[in-house]
């Protein structure tokens, strides 16, 4: 057919055109490719079957084309996973590429966990896996397959609030809150190894967490309550 001075052609392209346009029949096993000139660029399009990426390659002026069409990302197919989390068993199915912090925030809904810069600078998202302090946001959630997990979430128990929680109220240390779950979990991974930490080790253990209220004094002072309430002696 024609538009304007430009012919198509289904298979084979009219000779008496300007313009061409080839536009094969696509088989349904195999990946085609349209192909065609406009004026003195040639263009080629693919269009894809179900099972074969494409690859496709033109001539525009002096310049080559390649345009390709990639196959699924093995990282868009769910994992089957078994999170541990303050003690209770998660099967999940989830993403390669999904971080711990947003599998226990969006998946779990145990938003106690905070992100802040998602690059690992300011450390308000801190849990401990087997009870060692991390940045959630840079542990992919696959690599805590079967590991245990602990969150600000699991620290009271039945009897009540954890030592530390308590101290953070006493001593007014809450402050605006959004470190706050991280700073006690990074007090109790220090605690839970040595109740009597000094002064020096309690600032070392809470140096990874950013307070943006800018005020670390009252912080210190409840990790240090805390650590006399579990049985440290200075």
């Known amino acids: 057919g024609s538009v304007g001075k430009a012919s198509l052609a289904s298979g084979t392209p009219s000779p008496s055109s300007s313009r061409s346009l ?63 989390v303050n003690g209770l068993e998660h099967k999940l199915r989830i993403g390669a590429e999904e971080t711990l912090v947003s599998v226990l925030r969006e998946r779990l809904h145990l938003t106690g966990t905070k992100e802040g810069c998602g690059i690992g600078d300011c450390g308000t998202c801190i849990v401990l896996i087997e009870g060692a302090p991390v940045n959630s946001c840079l542990v992919l959630a696959v690599n805590v397959n079967g590991r245990q997990v602990s969150t600000i979430e699991g620290l009271a128990g039945e009897g009540g609030l954890h030592p530390l929680q308590e101290s953070f109220l006493e001593k007014g240390a809450m402050q605006c809150g959004f470190c706050t779950p991280a700073m006690v979990m990074s007090g109790k991974a220090l605690l839970d190894r040595d109740p009597g930490a000094g002064e020096g080790e309690i600032k070392r253990a809470l140096s990874g967490v950013l307070c943006r209220c800018g005020s670390y004094k009252k912080i210190v002072e409840a990790v240090k309550a805390a650590g006399e309430k579990m049985g440290g002696k200075r």
């Open 22 to 84: 080839l536009l094969p029949t696509p088989s349904p096993s195999v990946s085609t490719v349209s192909v065609g000139s406009v004026g003195k660029a040639s263009l080629l399009f693919p269009t894809p079957s179900p099972s074969v990426s494409t690859v496709s390659a033109g001539l525009v002026g002096q310049r080559s084309l390649l345009l390709l069409t990639p196959s699924p990302s093995p990282s868009t197919v769910p994992v089957a996973v078994v999170l541990r």
